[in-house]
């Protein structure tokens, strides 16, 4: 069992820039892909970024690539996500999410809402 705790929501404006942590724990970090993901109101949960669990590699929506940074620490057992140049379509709930392969996700952080003022 994988146990995820979001963090580094809030309200921002247009253009500003917020940087979002998640820390896991219950078992090794690093043999998990990470992902975040985001669920807008009425709408469905939607893919933002995912960091591969060996050598990183990391993969983006094309809605957010560009302004968006995924990374992670597996010294501290934190994956963040980097998001810059925010627009009000960035407002959401952001969950992280880890898996044994970056198209499979079996635990999920209760999420952080984001949003972005115009």
């Known amino acids: 069992q994988v146990q995820l705790v979001e963090s580094g929501g809030g309200l921002v404006q247009a253009g500003g820039s917020l940087r979002l942590s998640c820390a896991a724990s219950g078992r090794t970090f690093s043999n998990y892909a990470m992902g975040w993901f985001r669920q807008a109101p009425g709408k469905e949960r939607e893919f933002v970024a995912v960091?591969?669990?060996?050598?990183?590699?990391?993969y983006y929506a094309d809605s957010v690539k560009g302004r968006f940074t995924i990374s992670r620490d597996n010294a501290k057992n934190t994956v963040y996500l980097q998001m810059n140049s925010l627009k009000p379509e960035d407002t959401a709930v952001y969950y992280c999410?880890?898996?044994?392969?970056?198209?499979?996700?079996?635990?999920w952080g209760k999420g952080t809402l984001v949003t972005v003022s115009s």
């Open positions: 960091i591969s669990r060996n050598i990183g590699s990391t």
């Open positions: 999410a880890a898996g044994s392969s970056n198209n499979n996700m079996n635990y």
